[in-house]
């Protein structure tokens, strides 16, 4: 029996927690394949990952490879993908039960022609230590239990579909040929961002399906880390902005829903730049947006003269601050990471 979902787990030095993400993975039995990825690992992944496999051979691959990070893992895991649909796990992550098996059923009853290009569900925000954790929806954007079209909704600013969010057709991702660059963080913005245009059967799901544990210092959406890793941060940053440029033809509203991802991502590099505030960061933010006005001038009109463009290209020190502090409201209100 063909599977129904394939789930990818990149797992780097993952042992404390990839047990729990797989075990939450399980529950869906033979409709699906886990495919753990385990990316050159020095703890004791390898041998977690090769006891699952063994315990649960029908369900459970391993791929072994040498450290190319997230991206690379993704990569691999998609060679190997063989569902009807896909999607990615962090082995840090893990999935509702009754949210999984209402997602299972849909995707038996949409098989075939039936098929959607892309699921949508809510994901929650596991922050450590807060009680009441953030649900990230879309009831008040999309259509619930009907299919749609991007010529149909409008997504609003503030509203972005990360890859917690998302479950593509499987070869779809195959057609985009996606390959995400190895040795780099972040990459899940490029994952999600560059099958779009060849989305077009949607369906939303009013489930909360995927677990985003927030918590460890180590990781990479910790503000600290971004800093430290900003070139790999606006690598991703202008590879969005290279491939949305040689796109024509986009519907209107997918159109502006790809500006806007990018001015978020953008409005992200440039406030990491300016909340460090060295010289060397400052000329960074600047040579960012250079390149944005050398590589489409349409584009960086559109962000430069938008909310976050003002803000960002505020004067002196006082313009920095007042620019962290428009960014800090900004995440209150639209809960961005």
Same mark, same amino acid.
């Given at each position: 029996?063909?599977?129904?979902?394939?789930?990818?787990?990149?797992?780097?030095?993952?042992?404390?927690?990839?047990?729990?993400?797989?075990?939450?993975?399980?529950?869906?039995?033979?409709?699906?394949?886990?495919?753990?990825?385990?990316?050159?690992?020095?703890?004791?992944?390898?041998?977690?990952?090769?006891?699952?496999?063994?315990?649960?051979?029908?369900?459970?691959?391993?791929?072994?490879?040498?450290?190319?990070?997230?991206?690379?893992?993704?990569?691999?895991?998609?060679?190997?993908?063989?569902?009807?649909?896909?999607?990615?796990?962090?082995?840090?992550?893990?999935?509702?039960?009754?949210?999984?098996?209402?997602?299972?059923?849909?995707?038996?009853?949409?098989?075939?022609?039936?098929?959607?290009?892309?699921?949508?569900?809510?994901?929650?925000?596991?922050?450590?230590?807060?009680?009441?954790?953030?649900?990230?929806?879309?009831?008040?954007?999309?259509?619930?239990?009907?299919?749609?079209?991007?010529?149909?909704?409008?997504?609003?600013?503030?509203?972005? /579909?990360?890859?917690?969010? %998302?479950? *593509?057709?499987?070869?779809?991702?195959?057609?985009?040929? #996606?390959? &995400?660059? !190895?040795?780099?963080?972040?990459?899940?913005?490029?994952?999600?961002?560059?099958?779009?245009?060849?989305?077009?059967?949607?369906?939303?799901?009013?489930?909360?399906?995927?677990?985003?544990?927030?918590?460890?210092?180590?990781?990479?959406?910790?503000?600290?880390?971004?800093?430290?890793?900003?070139?790999?941060?606006?690598?991703?940053?202008?590879?969005?902005?290279?491939?949305?440029?040689?796109?024509?033809?986009?519907?209107?509203? /997918?159109?502006?829903?790809? %500006?806007? *991802?990018?001015?978020?991502?953008?409005?992200?590099?440039? #406030?990491? &730049?300016? !909340?460090?505030?060295?010289?060397?960061?400052?000329?960074?933010?600047?040579?960012?947006?250079?390149?944005?006005?050398?590589?489409?001038?349409?584009?960086?009109?559109?962000?430069?003269?938008?909310?976050?463009?003002?803000?960002?290209?505020?004067?002196?020190?006082?313009?920095?601050?007042?620019?962290?502090?428009?960014?800090?409201?900004?995440?209150?209100?639209?809960?961005?990471?």
């Amino acid at each position: 029996m063909k599977k129904l979902l394939s789930i990818i787990v990149p797992c780097y030095n993952s042992e404390d927690y990839m047990t729990r993400c797989v075990e939450s993975l399980l529950v869906g039995g033979e409709a699906v394949e886990i495919i753990i990825v385990n990316d050159g690992s020095s703890d004791g992944t390898s041998h977690i990952a090769d006891q699952l496999q063994v315990k649960y051979p029908t369900i459970i691959k391993v791929v072994h490879q040498e450290n190319g990070g997230h991206g690379q893992a993704i990569n691999a895991g998609l060679i190997e993908a063989s569902g009807l649909y896909l999607k990615v796990v962090d082995s840090d992550d893990w999935v509702d039960p009754e949210a999984y098996a209402t997602i299972l059923a849909f995707l038996e009853a949409h098989q075939d022609e039936e098929m959607m290009d892309m699921v949508i569900s809510n994901y929650v925000y596991e922050k450590q230590g807060v009680k009441h954790k953030k649900v990230m929806e879309y009831r008040s954007i999309l259509p619930i239990n009907k299919e749609f079209s991007w010529n149909t909704v409008q997504f609003p600013i503030g509203k972005y /579909l990360l890859m917690h969010s %998302v479950i *593509y057709r499987t070869s779809l991702l195959k057609e985009a040929n #996606i390959k &995400l660059p !190895k040795h780099t963080f972040y990459v899940d913005n490029l994952y999600v961002f560059k099958p779009l245009p060849l989305v077009n059967r949607m369906y939303y799901l009013d489930v909360d399906f995927y677990r985003y544990y927030i918590g460890r210092d180590d990781q990479s959406v910790n503000e600290t880390v971004m800093i430290s890793r900003i070139d790999q941060q606006l690598f991703v940053n202008q590879e969005m902005i290279r491939y949305f440029s040689t796109l024509e033809n986009l519907d209107s509203n /997918l159109e502006l829903y790809m %500006v806007r *991802y990018i001015e978020i991502i953008t409005a992200v590099s440039s #406030i990491l &730049l300016l !909340k460090e505030g060295s010289s060397e960061n400052l000329v960074k933010k600047d040579q960012l947006w250079r390149f944005i006005e050398t590589t489409n001038s349409d584009l960086y009109n559109t962000l430069r003269h938008g909310i976050f463009g003002h803000a960002l290209h505020l004067p002196g020190k006082l313009g920095r601050k007042t620019a962290v502090r428009i960014y800090r409201t900004a995440q209150k209100i639209y809960g961005f990471n």
